[in-house]
């Protein structure tokens, strides 16, 4: 008997990784980026933070692109998935 898809975020690990390394894992498990959220460092939003889906981004090495915007995984805040906390920079 196979796992469910959501039975799979059981087992992530979260420790000490790059935001990178976490969402190429969650793609690559096969996990429903919509599921994903991501928040950024974004001066002049509200509070200097924004919130994106997973789905509204791709990956690249340096970056992640929202459209035709390119974002530095440095930026990333906290990353959730299905409301559960998989990254945050504060627990770093």
Excluded: Q
């Excluded at 059981?10 to 990784?17: L, P, T, V």
């Excluded at 200097?48 to 929202?66: C, H, N, V, Y």
């Amino acid at each position: 008997m196979g796992r469910e898809k959501g039975d799979r975020m059981a087992e992530f690990d979260k420790g000490r990784r790059h935001p990178r390394e976490i969402l190429n894992e969650i793609k690559w498990r096969g996990l429903d980026m919509e599921r994903c959220e991501i928040e950024v460092l974004h001066r002049g939003a509200p509070k200097d933070r924004i919130t994106l889906k997973g789905s509204e981004i791709s990956l690249g090495r340096s970056f992640f692109a929202r459209g035709e915007t390119m974002i530095p995984y440095h930026r990333i805040l906290r990353i959730w998935y299905d409301g559960r906390t998989v990254y945050s920079r504060a627990a770093r």
